[in-house]
């Protein structure tokens, strides 16, 4: 049978350990999610949660069942977020390891960025290719065919794929040197090689 928040409330304010456990296999994960949104980092998320147990047991026998178990949660789970970035700012070390996470994260959210904006360059300069070009370009580059397989399935010759995929990477290159930064076409220019 499962029991409401409200019945685990007042078995919990009882002393009750299985209605304890009950509460916190029921809300554990978000708890867990909604301290990672604010502290980024797993152990700290964890850490707080498990002071938030710890906390919610200590209270106990002040709880209102009437009153939302979930909303007693939060509100301590806020509180014990803010303690632990208060604490923080204190300590040196773990404010070191914390700033070491948000540039790890602001790096990797930069280098997507740049990945899209190649991908979009990219996507741009093959489309402005001539139509065969663009075929063997997409069959060689893309698809990983070699230049036989190419040939064959488009029923020209090898020397033909060959100046075609030529004829791809020089509009492909011209292309990026009109519509990129120099630093970002020569970076693109380099990943075509």
């Not at 928040?5 to 916190?24: N, S």
């Not at 930069?110 to 997409?138: M, S």
């Not at 010759?157 to 930064?181: C, G, L, P, W």
Request: one cysteine or more; a neutral charge; charged letters at 30%.
């Amino acid at each position: 049978m499962i029991l409401t928040d409200i019945e685990l409330c007042e078995r919990i304010k009882r002393g009750d350990i299985d209605a304890y456990r009950q509460i916190y296999d029921r809300y554990h994960s978000q708890l867990y999610y909604y301290a990672l949104r604010f502290l980024k980092m797993p152990e700290l998320a964890e850490d707080v949660i498990h002071d938030v147990f710890l906390k919610l047991w200590e209270i106990r026998e002040q709880l209102k069942p009437e009153y939302s178990i979930v909303g007693y949660l939060y509100k301590i789970s806020r509180n014990q977020v803010f303690k632990l970035i208060k604490k923080i700012s204190v300590e040196t070390e773990l404010r070191h390891k914390v700033i070491g996470i948000i540039e790890e994260q602001c790096i990797e959210a930069e280098a997507n960025l740049q990945w899209n904006e190649y991908a979009q360059l990219l996507g741009g300069a093959i489309d402005q290719l001539p139509p065969q070009c663009k075929k063997v370009f997409n069959l060689c580059r893309q698809e990983g065919k070699t230049y036989d397989e190419a040939a064959l399935i488009l029923g020209i010759s090898k020397h033909t794929v060959k100046e075609h995929m030529m004829a791809a990477m020089k509009n492909i290159k011209n292309y990026f040197r009109q519509n990129a930064d120099i630093v970002f076409s020569l970076l693109l220019i380099e990943l075509l090689k």
